[in-house]
């Protein structure tokens, strides 16, 4: 299984950034997928949840309406458009998944909100 995130960088506050998730090694059409991120000194945590289908996903309250998660189970990939953001974002974004042989984590894609 391999998670390849992309689409991280500098942006000033208020702007947008959408965040890539290739993924491989499994069949991404039947798990569902999250990205979690974690700023220095704090732990790691879920941003945002989306279901195998991509018909349910799902916030946490620090994200909602800014932040939205999708999918592209033709090409294996999921994505976080996140918009107005906010210093408190800046963090090293990660995608997860849970299969039927492990728990996978990307390497992650730094994400700095600050101008």
């Known amino acids: 299984v391999q998670l390849v995130e992309s689409g991280g960088g500098l942006v000033q506050p208020g702007g947008t950034l959408r965040l890539s998730c290739a993924a491989s090694g499994f069949t991404f059409r039947l798990y569902a997928m999250t990205w979690h991120r974690q700023a220095p000194g704090k732990e790691r945590e879920l941003v945002a949840s989306i279901t195998a289908s991509g018909a349910s996903n799902s916030y946490a309250d620090s994200v909602k309406g800014r932040f939205t998660i999708s999918r592209d189970n033709a090409k294996n990939s999921v994505h976080l458009q996140m918009s107005s953001l906010k210093p408190e974002d800046t963090a090293v974004y990660y995608c997860?998944?849970?299969?039927?042989?492990?728990?996978?984590w990307g390497r992650g894609t730094q994400v700095t909100v600050s101008s």
């Open positions: 997860h998944v849970v299969t039927h042989t492990g728990v996978y």
